[in-house]
């Protein structure tokens, strides 16, 4: 669902969806460390978009069954949320993190 709405025109979207949250080009700093470390983020700390879709990708580290870490890597939406991500070294390396927790999860599961 959420990523249907990241591709649609910015007109056209709900805001109820994302919290309300402005769809500036920034994210913040605490988001990503939450991400890099590999810990679930708050709602408290969002104040962009993007920090939501970084948001997102934390609540990959709470997925406890096998199955649903197969569908998020089948389906490619780890893939999927960096394509909607600002293109930088950090945020690179941070999904790069996520694909790495998520290939040993599924090694270990």
Known sequence: MFI???GQDEESRATAVALGLPDSPGYSQTV???LQQGR???K???KTLNDFKLLQLTW???LNFT???????ERGYV???????PENVEIREAIERT???MKGKLKIL
């Open 67 to 73: 199955r649903s870490l197969q569908i998020v890597q």
């Open 40 to 42: 679930m983020a708050s």
């Open 4 to 6: 249907e709405y990241y």
């Open 79 to 85: 893939d999927k949320m960096a394509a909607v991500l």
């Open 32 to 34: 990503l460390a939450c």
């Open 99 to 101: 694909r790495t927790f």
């Open 44 to 46: 408290s700390e969002l």
């Open 60 to 62: 990959l580290y709470d």
